[in-house]
Every structure is written in C-alpha cells, then in structure tokens.
C-alpha cells in the first residue's frame, strides 16, 4: 500500500497568497526529495532534505524535515503563477526484505494559482 | 549534456497489441526507474534497476508488464496484450545510485499511450 501519504490533493490560491503542501510517512525516512511537475511537463527536481529538523530555502519556497523523519514540508510565500505545478515528495527508505532501498512518491499536491 | 530521452513520444495502438517502450538514461547513471502517471494522478512506481543487481520488479501491475535493461544502459518496457487501462504517462528516471544516500531523479519527457 502506498507508504506515503500528501496532503492536499489539490489547492488553490490567490495569486499572492501563500501555499503549504504536507508529506508524511508511516516508516521513518533516510531522506526526503521534492519534485515540481508543470503541467504537460515532467517531475523536476527541486531539493533533498536529509538531517532531522532540517529547513532548506530557494527563494520564496522553505522545505522541512521533520524531527522524526517522518514528515514533511513545502511551503511558498506570495505565491506566482509560474508556482502553477504539481508538488511530489518521495522520501527514501530502506526495504529490510531485500536490503535495498526505495524511493516513494506521494499522491502530489495539485498547485493553481489565480492571477 | 543530454537528459534522459524516451521514445516514442506518443504511441497508440489497439487493445490486445503488444508495446515496447524505450528508454535511454544519462551516462553514468547506474539506477533507472519505470513509473506509470495517469492523467492528474500522481507517479505509479513500475520498476528500478540498479547496476547489476536484481531488478526491484514489485511494482509491476500483472504479468502482462516486463522491463529489461541491457548493457546496464537502455531499458525497454513491454506491455503485452495491451488493455485500455493501461492507457497512461510512462516515465522514466534515472539517477547516480541509489544506496544509504539517494541522488536526485532526472526524468524523461515520458511516453503517452493510448490504448483504444
């Protein structure tokens, strides 16, 4: 089943306002990506969180990692309309069955944005 | 330098059809992903390769799925007797490794198949 879980599905906003997406995991996280997809377009990477509690920035997005590697956070401030995308966090666990690793994508958030 | 390239770009066949797609990663990437994205939805993990080492296959929907990678470059992903379900964004991805650590995925434009 799918181990992790995003939430919203979808969102819109305001042009200006701002925008959190939310990823949590049932198993604890090596890792965790963030990916952007536009629309017709295909996922591009965008950061990777590693330590715990860690909090990244690229402008006006912040990315956290929570304290237990569990969770997740993508937040936009005065958000645009080229933030218009698909937001997907994968985060990396290790498969004790195989001794491998995989990377789960979640559901994604469906970001629109009204001028 | 080149990203990852797939092909073809949109096929559509006829339901029962046998499909091949193609994939060819960036040089020096030793792990490639299969994943499957219906229309709005989000990415269906398929398959993973890993340099030599057993494919992760248990992404695979039924039988019908297989993917190989030869030469530890070029993968293809066959759907046989194609059913309109299937009918999807096929996306390839790949990547350094993936080990304790984890490299970003660069992904391909995909291939859209219609199955009608």
């Known amino acids: 089943g799918q181990q992790v879980m995003q939430i919203p599905q979808y969102q819109h906003v305001q042009e200006g306002e701002d925008f959190t997406t939310y990823c949590n995991s049932s198993t604890t996280l090596s890792n965790i990506q963030w990916y952007k997809q536009r629309p017709g377009g295909h996922p591009v990477f965008l950061i990777q969180l590693v330590k715990s509690g860690e909090v990244k920035k690229q402008k006006r997005l912040t990315f956290q990692f929570g304290e237990a590697k569990k969770n997740s956070s993508l937040h936009i401030t005065a958000t645009q309309t080229t933030d218009v995308g698909t937001y997907f966090c994968a985060g990396l666990r290790h498969l004790l069955e195989t001794s491998g690793s995989r990377l789960t994508f979640g559901e994604g958030t469906q970001l629109t944005v009204n001028p | 330098g080149a990203g990852v390239s797939q092909s073809p770009s949109n096929k559509v066949t006829e339901k029962g059809k046998d499909v091949e797609l193609r994939c060819d990663p960036i040089?020096?990437?030793?792990?490639l992903y299969w994943y499957r994205q219906s229309l709005g939805q989000g990415l269906e993990f398929l398959i993973y390769f890993q340099g030599n080492s057993a494919p992760d296959k248990s992404g695979l929907p039924s039988d019908r799925f297989s993917a190989e990678r030869t030469g530890g470059s070029v993968s293809t992903l066959t759907i046989q007797r194609t059913q309109q379900e299937d009918s999807a964004v096929y996306l390839c991805?790949?990547?350094?490794?993936?080990?304790?650590?984890?490299?970003?995925?660069?992904f391909g434009p995909g291939t859209r198949l219609t199955v009608t």
């Open positions: 040089s020096g990437h030793t792990a």
């Open positions: 991805a790949s990547s350094l490794r993936l080990a304790v650590s984890s490299y970003e995925q660069y």
